[in-house]
Structure formats: structure tokens, C-alpha cells
């Protein structure tokens, strides 16, 4: 499986983007999806997961009611839109997806995640 993430960029605080995930090598739809991201010297965190049918969503606290994750199966992509945009969102983020899921239920542990992208970098200035 072959993920490019791409959507990345430099935004004022306030503001938005729209992350996109390609996926290939697979059919998409038996993939759960996820994304996460990582700050200069800070871990890697979850930011959403989405189930394979699209049905279940989970977010992290902190990008809740900000941020939404989608797909669309027969483009084989999971998108991230992340509105009101604030600078500690700043960090490299990553599309994961995950090939041995069940159908039901979104994940939100890295370790859950067998494909990973190869990240975009999105920078929110103040």
C-alpha cells in the first residue's frame, strides 16, 4: 500500500486547509484510515481516524469541533479539513492507514497502523 499525503502549507492562524491522502496498491475500502502528526521535539500524536466505510470518526481533544476527516472510496482518498487553524497545530502530519481492520470502528493508536505516508508539513503563523 502507497499513501501520499499532500495539502500542506503556510496559513495564518484562523485559517484553513485541506489535507489530502492518496492511497494505492489496495482496495481503499478495506482500509481504515487515520491521521496524525508530529511537532519539532514532540511525539506523534493521533489527530482523527476514520473506519472503512466512513460511518465512525474519532478526534483528538484538541482539533475537536476544528477539524473533520472524510473519504471518498471511489477516489480512494481520506481527506483532512482543518478550520480556525491555531499555531500550536503547526507540525507535520501524516496520513496511516490500516489493512487489517474490521469493518466497524475507527482507531486512534499509531500502533494499529501498518502504511504510513510520507507527510505534509502545514505551518500556522500567528
Known amino acids: 500500500v502507497q499513501l501520499q499525503a499532500s495539502g500542506g502549507g503556510l496559513v495564518q492562524a484562523g485559517g484553513s486547509l485541506r489535507l489530502s491522502c492518496a492511497a494505492s496498491?489496495?482496495?481503499?475500502?478495506?482500509?481504515?484510515m487515520g491521521w496524525f502528526r508530529q511537532a519539532p521535539g514532540k511525539e506523534r500524536e493521533f489527530v482523527a481516524g476514520i473506519s472503512r466505510s466512513g460511518v465512525t470518526t474519532a478526534y483528538a481533544d484538541s482539533v475537536k469541533g476544528r477539524f473533520s476527516i472524510s473519504r471518498d472510496n471511489a477516489k480512494n482518498t481520506v481527506y483532512l479539513q482543518m478550520n480556525s487553524l491555531k499555531p500550536e497545530d503547526t507540525a507535520v502530519y501524516y496520513c496511516?492507514?490500516?489493512?487489517?481492520?474490521?469493518?466497524?470502528?475507527?482507531?486512534?493508536?499509531?500502533?494499529?497502523?501498518?502504511?504510513w505516508g510520507q507527510g505534509t508539513q502545514v505551518t500556522v503563523s500567528s
Open positions: 496511516a492507514g490500516d489493512t487489517t481492520a474490521p469493518l466497524l470502528g475507527a482507531a486512534t493508536e499509531a500502533r494499529r497502523y501498518d502504511y
Open positions: 496498491g489496495r482496495t481503499f475500502s478495506s482500509i481504515r
